[in-house]
């Protein structure tokens, strides 16, 4: 199954509210997943390593459904916590299907990242991971559109973690490429370059999609500018730690979503 179809936009409204960016990770495709920090068990600060190929895969969400809980005793670490992300997916369609047959009772990570939240939050670890529920839903949503509330619940020693890692270590851009291809996935880090490198173009697109790119920053840090087939809100520079999403509009027509 092609797991990046998941980040083709369904008939869901568009992402809006407190929780922007919702990713998720199948455990058997992490090659690494780091142990929290011996100093700050709230903290993951070393890098999540993926195998080759795989990376996280990200959701459409309705943000105005989007909760998470957490429940223990008042001791606030070792403790027997329990927490629970929940989140709406407008539509109900082949791909979302086949995601559901295929891996549904397997063990996930989650990642979200609230609006104005410097660094994501990490639901499972390597000692206790996520497991998947979920349930079709009619009529019961925002503007009365039909799909599937997913649940993720959690049962470990600690409260969920800040992830201070690299957000995605796979399908880092080719030096110099001003029309990188975006074949293998959704997430995509620039690097250093040779000379002074505008991204003009985006190859293999899905229209429908929305593609992030992370900021590597680096020797002669890529760039977009808000023209020609990019609809930007302003020019972007790929500084360590900046990140643009896109949304495909149709081939060589990229609109912005959100920047950070």
């Given at each position: 199954m092609?797991?990046?179809?998941?980040?083709?936009k369904?008939?869901s409204?568009?992402?809006?509210g407190?929780y922007?960016?919702?990713?998720?990770?199948?455990?058997?495709?992490v090659?690494t997943?780091?142990?929290?920090?011996?100093?700050n068990?709230v903290?993951?600060?070393?890098?999540?390593i993926?195998?080759?190929?795989?990376?996280?895969?990200?959701?459409y969400?309705?943000?105005?459904t989007s909760?998470l809980?957490?429940t223990g005793?008042?001791?606030?670490?070792?403790?027997?916590?329990?927490?629970?992300?929940?989140?709406?997916?407008?539509?109900?369609?082949e791909?979302r299907?086949q995601?559901?047959?295929?891996?549904?009772?397997?063990?996930m990570?989650?990642?979200?990242?609230k609006?104005?939240?410097s660094?994501p939050t990490?639901?499972?670890?390597s000692?206790?991971?996520?497991?998947?529920?979920?349930?079709?839903?009619?009529d019961?949503?925002?503007?009365?559109?039909q799909?599937i509330?997913?649940?993720?619940t959690?049962?470990g020693?600690?409260?969920?973690?800040?992830?201070?890692?690299?957000?995605?270590?796979n399908n880092?851009?080719?030096?110099?490429d001003?029309?990188?291809?975006?074949?293998?996935g959704?997430?995509?880090?620039?690097?250093?370059n040779?000379?002074?490198?505008?991204?003009t173009?985006?190859?293999?697109?899905v229209?429908?999609?929305?593609?992030?790119?992370?900021?590597g920053?680096?020797?002669?840090a890529?760039?977009?500018?808000n023209?020609g087939?990019?609809?930007?809100?302003a020019?972007?520079t790929a500084?360590?730690?900046?990140?643009?999403?896109?949304?495909?509009?149709?081939?060589?027509?990229?609109v912005?979503?959100e920047?950070?």
């Amino acid at each position: 199954m092609n797991l990046t179809k998941m980040n083709t936009k369904p008939e869901s409204p568009q992402v809006s509210g407190n929780y922007k960016r919702i990713w998720v990770a199948l455990a058997e495709d992490v090659l690494t997943m780091p142990q929290r920090n011996p100093s700050n068990v709230v903290e993951i600060v070393d890098d999540i390593i993926f195998k080759d190929g795989k990376s996280w895969i990200p959701f459409y969400v309705t943000a105005e459904t989007s909760k998470l809980n957490e429940t223990g005793s008042e001791n606030y670490d070792n403790d027997n916590v329990k927490t629970v992300f929940k989140f709406f997916v407008g539509g109900f369609d082949e791909y979302r299907k086949q995601f559901l047959a295929e891996h549904g009772t397997k063990d996930m990570y989650v990642m979200i990242q609230k609006c104005g939240q410097s660094y994501p939050t990490i639901i499972g670890d390597s000692c206790s991971v996520c497991k998947m529920t979920w349930a079709f839903d009619e009529d019961e949503k925002p503007d009365g559109k039909q799909g599937i509330t997913f649940t993720f619940t959690r049962n470990g020693a600690f409260v969920s973690a800040l992830y201070k890692g690299t957000v995605s270590n796979n399908n880092v851009f080719t030096a110099d490429d001003a029309t990188p291809s975006v074949a293998d996935g959704s997430i995509f880090m620039t690097g250093d370059n040779v000379s002074a490198t505008a991204i003009t173009d985006l190859d293999d697109v899905v229209v429908g999609s929305s593609i992030t790119i992370l900021g590597g920053g680096g020797t002669n840090a890529s760039t977009i500018a808000n023209s020609g087939n990019f609809t930007l809100t302003a020019a972007w520079t790929a500084t360590v730690g900046s990140y643009i999403v896109l949304y495909v509009r149709a081939d060589n027509d990229y609109v912005e979503l959100e920047r950070g």
